[in-house]
Each structure stands twice: as structure tokens, then as C-alpha cells.
């Protein structure tokens, strides 16, 4: 038969292990494709090095009807001893895996060949000979290209390696093949005949290897213009055709080669398919894997449930309202014992109490599960989901085919505490999650221009026109595709290409088996632990469990406010949530509250708070209450909110056309919102379970399932509708229509009210942390934002607003972050982030604070014995003013210079030490009293503070000093107002600025700004966009 299997075959997913980061321009889903067109059966990819993505490649083969077959084209290295020297010989040599036993032996040797610690890992993922030698009968071998030890030895003479790898092959001659390959370079010619030659000796049979790089001709010249745009180079690369061979085309290509006997090469092409024949396949197991903590979980679940009752006051509740507690708690536990959860709600509770301990508060709840009374009582989520009306069917049902997934929002600065401890779980084996970085369209543009030599303009003309397209994506003017039609038929072709690899930022897989052998690990440089081979959507296809381990700024900003100001952790249990005042503070600005920081939301909740707002929705829902008003808003802000939000904003209700549609949407004023609403809809309207309900949901979600239970709905509906509002089917037909249109809108956003209620109490609590507790609140959210400059000066500016000082650095006040000082009712800015300070200066010098110094020269000397403060550290502290209880800054400048002039040397005799202290000190008294001048002053605080501080009462508003100028466009102007310490950032005519010129610092008298319509190129046109913009128009320079 004219058939034969590819099993040397490389993809893009080589190009992260190889080191020259090009290897490949085909994705492996378009060989599947070519394989399938030439009527292939069985197809094997053998990256480099690695394993990536074999789950997806394995069901993408069989899903076109081919069989899979498990390789990798490994490195071998001599030795991995790292005392020895490492080598970087990195050898080429196929393994295939021959059975399911083969699969984890060769994943399990893949992740120990990326160890970075042992010496495995150098330059390339590498395994030993020993290990080789050390392979069992469950894994073929081939003996790979020019770059095997075969050929390298046999080239170098070396008879010792030579031998030792002869004597292994063929004590393995039952498993293992000789590769020859068609290529032209001479060198390959001459392996094939001694492969030739050695397969007649040993009996060991050949086998035709194609070592395919690229699909075509095109993927070959785009494979060797993403070389040279590398740097890279194999040498001799004419001489080798990487491309796809059908049977035909591999026949022909041995014959022009005509290295060995006719007979010889057809029968190598034709053991590939006895290769082939060789592998069993092999099903993945898809059963759900969740971690076990506990040999007997449902006891230990019924004991921590019964626990959080305790601690969650259930068991105070009044007699008519525990019932409703108990009758929901034992409906989830039948659930999460139905569904086989209890050990992941375990292993999550195991999380939180340690959390707890360590003192790690995490968010409020985030996502479905808030939908869980159990959550709650476990002290998973703080959101008792009865008293907030949360649905548990959203997080969990017994017709669910996906796992239990839970997300939790962490303070950033202790969220890598949390996952080195679910690392080191017992029981539990951990990873972080493969990414994959691709070339993206500018950065194809580049890269190309670089190989073809396009003068860097041009290049950075086309680069920078590229745009986001809605539905597109990135997208380049159609003239640069015309002018450049070479350049963007590599760039089509190198666009998406994989060239790295990365792990997930946040989430994090957790499982009961080991990982290195079930899915293989591999590191990145940047990864603390291991990664996955296999990318999300394969760990979710295998029903792996995934831990997101998320940081959320503003839990962090709650958590440290509440410390500072010394009351009790603020939850939605104990919050006053009517505070009037609070609610008001929000309309006033949104600095600092969760979600609603940008202008457009805050523009947005000034509209849906207003007085007149409320008002007209207090008439119809007296009992509405602000939180669930937010929560709505929160939906309404989103791109998908656009149909009601200027309504829902002004307290218009809408008409759904019958009062039971309107009743059940009337919380959200006649909008359909949250996904649950939906489920509400088709428990109450059509007859399904809860269980159902959310199957619709999640099918309604994907695009999919209505058709299957359109008459389901159907029915339910109008039966109901019949029943208990006597209308007919024709009017019930109507209205279903109408509202079915409504809930597929509804469904393109997928807001849930499980999650927006938590989020509207965080960024309600950081409200009432605000108005009640601002000291406090905004000290934490400047150490927080503290490397932001931005939101920096945004709240300085608030603080401003609402009469609150924050001062600069000052001895015996500021410690290494921000910090209040209740006495005074002021913030004092911290020392640790000062460029070129530390959190350790700060905390010593703060501490030797206390003590009486009678002169600078005293400090100082104290300073230099006691602390780890350095001379530089010193003088920007006092270039800075911190010191200025002992005089002017320059004058202490000077001081220090005499310092270190005279007691630099530690070392010196005390006498000497006392007697040279005194000069200084007569120096001290000496000194005229004097501050650093104005240009000198900001120049320091640019320099370290990252920003401008010192404002001089006595200077003209008019007067600015200039501390930016950026010309790469326009030239743009930065100046401080030396009065008021306003910025502003104009624009300024080149020509203007020739004629009467200025530099950064200096200082100038603006005595004209105007403004002027803003334009913006789109599509190499110039367009008004509708805005202005302000210019610098005339200016005296004064020094």
C-alpha cells in the first residue's frame, strides 16, 4: 500500500525549546489537515524537546480520524554533572511512546529533562545517556538526523560512544530503528549508507524519517525568514527540503538522492507503518480529578458545616427562620455529595483557615459560588447567600459536567504566601499552568522587515498603522499590504506563531495524581514551580482541578484600613449598608471604590445615585435597597449594559408586556441583568428544575441549547401561562418570543448576580472606609499604589479636597510607607520608596529618632554608627528637607560634606573621633542658613520622589518650571506651577519653541495657552476627533 506514517515532525510548538526560538512557522492542526488530504492513518509530532499541548494534539488527530501516536525528538547530553563541567553537546534522538505505560515514561522523562537545577536543563531540555540506557520496552526508538550521537560520533572518530550506543541499539534491536532520512547534504548521504550498512549487520531495521518543519514551499521561506530576523542559521539549509512529503513525494525524494538500494528505502518508508502497527492506542482519562485531603471527608464536612453554624450564628436564627437554613443546607449537601465535590470544598476550606490564621483575608466571594450557603458557613465566601437571595444552582447542580470552580480575590502583597502553601499541600501534587506567546501582527511586521532589510522607518510606518478591528482584531491598512506585498506574505504566515512559553498569572492546577508522568512539567525562567504541558482547556478537557489564586487591590485596602484604624475586619454581615452619608460621599467622586474608578463609571453611578433617581424608584420598590441598586449598575456599565443603562440610571421601569414577566424581573426595574433571572424565568414559567435551569443557561451561554429544550420551554410556559393567567397559546406564543429575545441579548454578557453582589459590597465598604475612616484609608491606599505616580497625585488631590495634609518626609515622623499621625490628623509620606532608600534605612532612622540630638553633627555621627544609612542616602534624605528641624537643606548639605570629609573612617580613635565631631560641630554653628535653590529643589524631588513637592508662597501664578519635554511627536511641554504645584501637560509648535528656546528646568512665565481641535491619524488619514487639546502659545523664559 502507498502509505506511510510521518512520525519526524515538528510544529511551532518547537520553537520554545529550541535555541534559536525558530524552528517552525506551521501550526500541528495544519499537517493534521494535509495529513488527512493525502489519506494518511497515523501521524506522530515530536517537537523538540517537549510534549506541548500532546492532549489537544491527540484528540484533534482523532477527531480527523487518525491514530495518535506520542514522540519526542529529545536532547541527550553525555552527562549532567555539574561538578564535571556541563557540555552543550544536546544531541538529536527520537522516543515513541508504544502504550499508555510509554505515554507516562515519556512525559515522565520530558519533565525531568527541563529540571534547571541538576543540570538537566542547559540551553536546551536534556536528558543523559544513563537515562536512555535506563528506558524500558514500553518506548520505541529512532536514531534521529545529523544530529544524533550515531552520526556525531561516527563523524568525530569517537569509538568509545560509538561503540557504547551500538551495543545499546542492538541489545534493543525489538524496539528500536534506524532513521534514514532523503535529504542532499553530503553528510546525510554518508549516515544513510552507514545506517544502510549497520541495519544488514545488527539486524536492526531502518525506518524513513522526514524531519518536516514546514507544511509547504511558503511555511519553508516564512521558517527561514523568521531565522535570519533571529540571527539564526543551521548552515547548508538549501540542501534540506523540511517541507510534508506525500507517500510519492518521499519516494521520489530517496531516489534522487540514490544513497541506498531502492529496495532499502522502500521498505524504511514502508516501517513506518510497522512502527505504526507497534503503538496501541490509548483512551485519556477524563474522570473527574479532585485533590483528597481527608480519609473520611463527608464526616470532616459535616463537622466543619456544623462548625460554621455555630460561628456563623445560624443556630441563634429566630424558629421561623432556621428552618429555612437547615431545609437549604441539607439540599446543597445532598449536591456536593451527588456530585462528588466534598473534597474540593474541603481542600478550598483547608485554604481559607489556614489564610485565617496566617491572617490573610480574602474577598468577600467572587463568581457562582456565592450562590452556596455551605461557601458561607465554611468561611469560603462572607456572603450568607439566603439572606442576599444568591442561587446555588448557579455554582452547582447535579446535572453539572464541568467541575465545581471556585476564584478567590486575595491582598496582592500576600497572595504568593497563600499558593507556596498550596504547593507544599500534602496529598496534593501542584503546578502552575502552560502559556503560549505568539508573534503578534506588529511584531510580525518587524520581524520580517528586519529579515528582508526594510529601512527601520518604513518598517515602523507600517507597524504603528496597525489598528483593532471588532470583530478582526488586529488589522493593517490595506495600502501597506498593496506596496508590501512580500513583506505581508511572511507576515500572514508568521502572525499567531508560537515563540515562548509562559504560565497562567493566576491559575494554578491542583491534583490527586502525580503530574509529571499523567500530563508532563516543564519550567520557564521566570516560573517558582513547575508548568504544565498541557494548556488549560486540556487540563479542563481531563477534568483536572484548577485553583484561581487571584490579588485584588482593594480587599487590601479593607483589610489593612480596618488594622489601622483598629475596628473589626468590615464583611457584609456587620456593615451598616444604609449609611446615607456614605452613599452621598460616592457621587462626590469614586476614588478608591472597587469597580466605579474610571470617569465613564463614575460619570455613570452620579446618574444612578441622584436624588431624583432614587426617588422614582422608592415609589414603585419602597424597599429597595442601595446595594442591589449598585449591583445593577455594576451590569448596566458593562459594554453589554448599553440597551438600559440610560434608563435604568434615570428610574425608568420597563414594560415586558405581561405583570408576571414584570414581576419577576421588578428587582431590576423590568431588566433582564443576571443570568440568574433566566433560571428564574424557566423554574417559574416553565416548569424545570433548578437543575435544568442552569443547563439552558450554561447552553444559552455557548450559543447552544435552546433548540434542545425550545419545546420544554414551550410547553411549561404556555401551561402556566394558562393556568394561572388564562391566556392562550397564541397570545402565551407572543410573548414567549419576545421575551426568548430578550434572554439570548442577555445571555452574550453572562452577569451574575452571585457575583455582582459581593463586588457592590467591596466597593461599598471601601465607600464607608472612605467617609468614615479617610486617615486611614487614604495612608493604605497610598503605600498601595505607591509605584503608580498617576493614582498617586489622584489621591493627593482628594486628600487636598477634603482638607487632609499629607506631608513630606520628616524625622521622627515618617517610617519606611506612608503612615498617620492621629496627633496631628495628617499622612506623612515614607522613606522606603524614595529612589535609592530602603524600608530598613527608614525603620532605623525612625527608630533612632527618639533619642535628644543637640546639633545636626550629633545626628549624624549617631546615624553613621547605628544604622545602615550610606553618605548618598543621607544627602537625598536631606536634599529633601527631612532634617529640616536642624536648618535649611543647604546648609545641612554642606554639613554632611564636612562629615564625611572628616569621620568617613569608622575606624578611627575615639579621642580623634570626639575631637574632629566638635570641628563639625563649630562648622555647623558656622554655616549660613540657607535653602538649595529653586531649580536645585525640584531637580532633587524629580530625581526622588519621582515627582514635584515644594511650592514657593511668593512665586507668581504665572510662573511655571519646565520638568518634561518630550519631542518623539509633537513636542509636549510638562510644567509645575511653582505657586499652586499645578501640572499641566501642553503642546508646543516646534517652530515656536526654535524661536524662543527653553530646556527641562527651566523657568518661564506662560503668558498665553490656547486650545486647538485635537486630530487623529486613522487609516493614514488625519481626522478631527471631536476633542481639544491645549498648546503653549507664547511664554517669556526668566532663567
Not at 545488527?202 to 540571527?231: F, V
Not at 483557615?353 to 483575608?361: E, P, Q
Not at 414581576?663 to 428544575?689: A, P
Not at 496631628?824 to 540630638?853: D, M, R, W
Request: proline letters at 2%; a neutral charge; glycine letters at 6%.
Amino acid at each position: 500500500m502507498n502509505n506511510y506514517v510521518t512520525y519526524h515532525l515538528h510544529s511551532d510548538l518547537s520553537n520554545p525549546t529550541v535555541s534559536t526560538g525558530a524552528d517552525s512557522t506551521t501550526k500541528y492542526k495544519q499537517y493534521l489537515d494535509k495529513a488527512v488530504e493525502l489519506g494518511m492513518t497515523s501521524i506522530a509530532f515530536s517537537e523538540h524537546g517537549n510534549i506541548f499541548n500532546w492532549v489537544q494534539k491527540k484528540q484533534e488527530t482523532e477527531k480527523r480520524g487518525l491514530k495518535y501516536i506520542h514522540a519526542n525528538e529529545i536532547y541527550l547530553t553525555e552527562h549532567i554533572d555539574k561538578e564535571k563541567g556541563l557540555i552543550r553537546d544536546n544531541y538529536h534522538f527520537m522516543l515513541i511512546a508504544r502504550n499508555l505505560n510509554g505515554v507516562k515514561e515519556l512525559n515522565a522523562l520530558t519533565s525531568k529533562s527541563f529540571n534547571r537545577e541538576d543540570g538537566h536543563f542547559y540551553y536546551n531540555p536534556r536528558l543523559s545517556f544513563n537515562e536512555l540506557f535506563s528506558t524500558s520496552d514500553n518506548l520505541l526508538m529512532t536514531s534521529a538526523c545529523l544530529a544524533s550521537p550515531l552520526w556525531r560520533a561516527i563523524k568525530r572518530e569517537n569509538k568509545q560512544v560509538l561503540q557504547s550506543l551500538q551495543d545499546f541499539f542492538e541489545k534493543n534491536k525489538h524496539r528500536m530503528f534506524l532513521e534514514i532520512q532523503y535529504h542532499l547534504h553530503p553528510e546525510q548521504v554518508e549516515f544513510n549508507k552507514w545506517l544502510y550498512q549497520f541495519s544488514k549487520e545488527a539486524q536492526i531495521p531502518l525506518i524513513a524519517g522526514t524531519d518536516t518543519h514546514s507544511l509547504n514551499k511558503e511555511h519553508q521561506a516564512a521558517r527561514k525568514i523568521l531565522m535570519m530576523a533571529k540571527g539564526a542559521t543551521y548552515g547548508d539549509e538549501d540542501l534540506f527540503d523540511l517541507t510534508f512529503k506525500s507517500y510519492n513525494e518521499l519516494v521520489q525524494m530517496f531516489k534522487s538522492q540514490n544513497a541506498i538500494p531502492e529496495d532499502a528505502y522502500l521498505e524504511a518508508i514502508y516501517n513506518t507503518n510497522i512502527m505504526a502497527n507497534m503503538v496501541e492506542q490509548f483512551s485519556l482519562d477524563s474522570k473527574p480529578k479532585y485533590p483528597k485531603l481527608y480519609d473520611n471527608p463527608i464526616k470532616v464536612f459535616k463537622e466543619k458545616i456544623e462548625s460554621g453554624i455555630k460561628s456563623r450564628n445560624v443556630n441563634c436564627l429566630s424558629k421561623e427562620v432556621r428552618p429555612k437554613y437547615i431545609e437549604r443546607i441539607k439540599d446543597e449537601f445532598a449536591v456536593y455529595k451527588k456530585t462528588d465535590t466534598i473534597d474540593y470544598m474541603l481542600l478550598q476550606t483547608n485554604i481559607i483557615d489556614w489564610c485565617k490564621n496566617k491572617g490573610i483575608y480574602q474577598g468577600y466571594g467572587r463568581g457562582s459560588v456565592n450562590g452556596s450557603l455551605i461557601a458561607y458557613l465554611l468561611g469560603i465566601t462572607e456572603m450568607d447567600s439566603i439572606k442576599h437571595n444568591l442561587n446555588f444552582f448557579r455554582f452547582l447542580n447535579p446535572e453539572r459536567v464541568t467541575l465545581a470552580d471556585i476564584d478567590i480575590d486575595f491582598p496582592p502583597s500576600r497572595r504568593q504566601e497563600v499558593i507556596d502553601y498550596v504547593a507544599n499541600l500534602r496529598k496534593i501534587h501542584f503546578s502552575e499552568i502552560i502559556t503560549y506567546n505568539t508573534i503578534a501582527l506588529k511584531g510580525a511586521i518587524r520581524e520580517v522587515g528586519r529579515a528582508l532589510k526594510i529601512p527601520l522607518f518604513e518598517v515602523d510606518e507600517i507597524a504603528k498603522s496597525v489598528y483593532k478591528d471588532d470583530e478582526k482584531g488586529d488589522v493593517v491598512n490595506q495600502k501597506y499590504r498593496d506596496k508590501y506585498a512580500e513583506l505581508f506574505s511572511y507576515v500572514d504566515l508568521l502572525n499567531g506563531v508560537v515563540i515562548s512559553i509562559g504560565s497562567h498569572p493566576s491559575g494554578f492546577l491542583v491534583s490527586p495524581i502525580t503530574l509529571d508522568d499523567n500530563i508532563g512539567l516543564c519550567y520557564t525562567k521566570e516560573s517558582k514551580y513547575a508548568v504544565s504541558q498541557i494548556n488549560m482547556k486540556e487540563l479542563e478537557s481531563l477534568n483536572f482541578v484548577k485553583l484561581d489564586i487571584l490579588g485584588l487591590a482593594n480587599i487590601e485596602i479593607i483589610n489593612d484600613t480596618c488594622e489601622l484604624a483598629g475596628i473589626e475586619r468590615l464583611t457584609p454581615d456587620n456593615i451598616n449598608e444604609n449609611d446615607i452619608d456614605v452613599w452621598s460621599a460616592l457621587t462626590d467622586s469614586t476614588l478608591g471604590i472597587f469597580q466605579w474608578e474610571s470617569e465613564t463609571a463614575y460619570n455613570y453611578i452620579k446618574k444612578l445615585l441622584d436624588k431624583e433617581t432614587i426617588k422614582k424608584i422608592k415609589v414603585k420598590l419602597p424597599n429597595y435597597k442601595l446595594i442591589d441598586l449598585l449591583s445593577v449598575g455594576n451590569g448596566a456599565i458593562r459594554p453589554s449594559g448599553a440597551s438600559y443603562r440610560d434608563n435604568l440610571a434615570q428610574g425608568i421601569f420597563k414594560d415586558n408586556g405581561h405583570e408576571g414577566l414584570n414581576e419577576l424581573l421588578y428587582d431590576t426595574l423590568g431588566y433582564l441583568v443576571y443570568q440568574e433571572q433566566i433560571m428564574r424565568f424557566l423554574t417559574q414559567f416553565c416548569n424545570f428544575s433548578d437543575a435544568q435551569s442552569d443547563s439552558v443557561r450554561r447552553g444559552l451561554a455557548k450559543k447552544v441549547g435552546t433548540e434542545q429544550y425550545l419545546g420544554d420551554i414551550q410547553n411549561g410556559f404556555f401551561n402556566f401561562m394558562k393556568s394561572k393567567y388564562e391566556i392562550d397559546q397564541d397570545r402565551a406564543s407572543e410573548l414567549l418570543s419576545s421575551f426568548l429575545d430578550v434572554i439570548r441579548d442577555a445571555s452574550d454578557y453572562g452577569f451574575s448576580v452571585n457575583h455582582s453582589q459581593p463586588y457592590s459590597y467591596t466597593g461599598y465598604i471601601c465607600g464607608y472606609l472612605r467617609y468614615h475612616y479617610p486617615l486611614e484609608f487614604l495612608t493604605v491606599m497610598l503605600n498601595i499604589n505607591n509605584d503608580d505616580k498617576e493614582k498617586t497625585a489622584k489621591i493627593f488631590e482628594y486628600a487636598k479636597q477634603k482638607g487632609i495634609q499629607v506631608k513630606s518626609i520628616r524625622f521622627g515622623r515618617s517610617r519606611a510607607n506612608y503612615s498617620v499621625n492621629q496627633e496631628e490628623k495628617v499622612i506623612y509620606k515614607g522613606v522606603g520608596s524614595i529612589s535609592f532608600l530602603s524600608s530598613i534605612v527608614a525603620e532605623e532612622l525612625f527608630k533612632i529618632s527618639t533619642e535628644n540630638y543637640n546639633s545636626f553633627a550629633d545626628l549624624l555621627f549617631h546615624i553613621h554608627l547605628n544604622t545602615s544609612a550610606n553618605f548618598k542616602q543621607v544627602r537625598i534624605l536631606t536634599s529633601l528637607g527631612y532634617f529640616d528641624m536642624f536648618g535649611k537643606n543647604k546648609k545641612l548639605l554642606a554639613i554632611v560634606d564636612e562629615y564625611e570629609n572628616r569621620l568617613k573612617n569608622k575606624n578611627l580613635k575615639e579621642e580623634t573621633k570626639q575631637k574632629r565631631l566638635q570641628l563639625i560641630r563649630e562648622f555647623e554653628s558656622s554655616e549660613e542658613d540657607i535653602s538649595l535653590g529653586v531649580k536645585e529643589q525640584i531637580k532633587a524631588e524629580i530625581d526622588y520622589y519621582g515627582y514635584e513637592v515644594t511650592t514657593f508662597e511668593k512665586s507668581p501664578l504665572s510662573v511655571f518650571i519646565i520638568t518634561e519635554i518630550n519631542t518623539k511627536y509633537a513636542p509636549k511641554i510638562r510644567l509645575y506651577n511653582l505657586k499652586s504645584g499645578e501640572v499641566l501637560v501642553l503642546k508646543c509648535n516646534k517652530n515656536d519653541m526654535k524661536k524662543n528656546l527653553f530646556g527641562e528646568l527651566s523657568i518661564i512665565q506662560v503668558k498665553m495657552i490656547l486650545e486647538r481641535a485635537k486630530r487623529r491619524k486613522v487609516n493614514n488619514e488625519w481626522i478631527d476627533t471631536g476633542e481639544k487639546e491645549k498648546y503653549l502659545s507664547d511664554w517669556t523664559v526668566l532663567r
